[in-house]
């Protein structure tokens, strides 16, 4: 892909949070992480236009809880059409941490995340979604 060179003009903090930005992420230059950034707006925008996107939903969840983990897959089998494969790892004796990956309308896939993430017994969840294209 061809890349473009531009000159853009920012205020001293705003320059310095860049900056930290950049080393905070490893970043090679400012320049990756601009795009970064830039890539992440247009993603988002997507995903409020209802576009197919791909993405992870990560659960962080206490096993021995007592029917939580056939919740939750009663959760994933109710989202199959955009469910394309679950992962689960021990932590600990009791904590699980679960990775769904998705792919599908951006509205189902935050809807699918809400559901799994609301399930009483789930200590953390996040969805993150990423163009699919």
């Known amino acids: 892909m061809a890349v473009s ?12 949070a860049l900056d930290a930005y950049v080393a905070e992420n490893n970043f090679p230059n400012r320049s990756q992480a601009v795009r970064q950034l830039v890539e992440r707006n247009i993603v988002e925008h997507k995903w409020q236009c209802s576009n197919v996107v791909a993405g ?3 659960l962080i969840y206490d096993r021995r809880r007592r029917g939580l983990v056939a919740q939750i897959a009663d959760v994933e089998n109710a989202g199959r059409e955009v469910v394309l494969s679950t992962q689960r790892f021990d932590l600990s004796e009791s904590v699980c941490f679960e990775i769904v990956a998705v792919r599908g309308m951006s509205h189902a896939l935050t809807k699918l995340s809400d559901r799994l993430i609301s399930v009483k017994g789930v ?11």
Do not use: C, P, Q, V
């Open 5 to 16: 060179r531009f000159g853009i003009s920012l205020e001293s903090d705003l320059l310095e």
């Open 56 to 58: 992870a939903i990560i």
């Open 123 to 133: 200590l953390h969840g996040k969805l993150i979604m990423t163009r699919s294209e």
